[in-house]
C-alpha cells in the first residue's frame, strides 16, 4: 500500500513538472552575424511558447511583429532584445549585429576601377554671366578603389553620393555619383563624378568657385579602357 501511494505521489510531480516544461516560454531567434547601413535585417523568431513578443533594435526603434526587419541608417554595434510574454511566465533574449558601410562595389556591376581616357573642356564663367569653353589636351585618368564607398580620381578622393534621399546609401539606378566634401572657404572647390551602367563612361567635374558668378569648371569626359 505504502508502494502504490509513493508511486502516486511521483507519478503526480513528474506529470506536473512536464506541464510545466510544455508551457515553459523560451526567447529565442536567429539574425546575421553583420550587415550593410541602409540594407534591410530580417529577424527570424524562433520563441516557444510565446503568446506575443517586444523587439528593441538598439536603435530607439521597437516592434511588436513575430518576425520583423529592420533597417539600420548608422553604421556600428546594435544590441537586439526580444522580450517572449507567455501565459506563465517570460523569457529574454540579447544578440548582437554589426552594421558596416554600405559597399558600393560589391553590390553593383559596375566596374569603377581602371583606366578612363577623357576628352576635357574647361569652362570659365565671368562676372558678366558670360561663359567661355576651351578644349584642353585629352587625358587619361585613373579610378581605384579605396573603401566600401570611397574611390580616387587620380590623388582627388570621392565619396559615394546618392541621388535619392530616401535612399542614403543605395544606388539610384543607372548613375552613382561620387563627390569630394568641401568647406564654406572662397575660393571654394568642389569635385564630383558620375558613372553610368551603359558603356562604362563616367564624367568628372572640378569647379573653383570664386564668388556665385565667377567659377572655373573643368570637365572630364571619359570611357573605359579594356
Partial sequence: MK??????????LFTACKDNDDIETLAAFDLPESSAKGTTVSFQNKSKNATRYAWNFGDGSMEQEDNPSHVYNSTGVYSIKLKAFGTVKNDSITKTIMINPYDIFAHTDLHFAGTYAC??????????GNITKVRLPDQD??????SASILSWNTTKLTYLPSNPNSPQLPDGSKYTFSFPYGPTSPRFEAYASFYTSGDSATFIAREIISPSSRNETTYYG???P
Fill in 223 to 225: 570611357i573605359r579602357r
Fill in 3 to 12: 508502494f502504490r501511494l509513493l508511486f502516486l505521489v511521483f507519478a503526480t
Fill in 119 to 128: 576628352k576635357v573642356v574647361r569652362a570659365t564663367t565671368s562676372y558678366g
Fill in 141 to 146: 585618368v585613373s579610378i581605384t578603389k579605396e
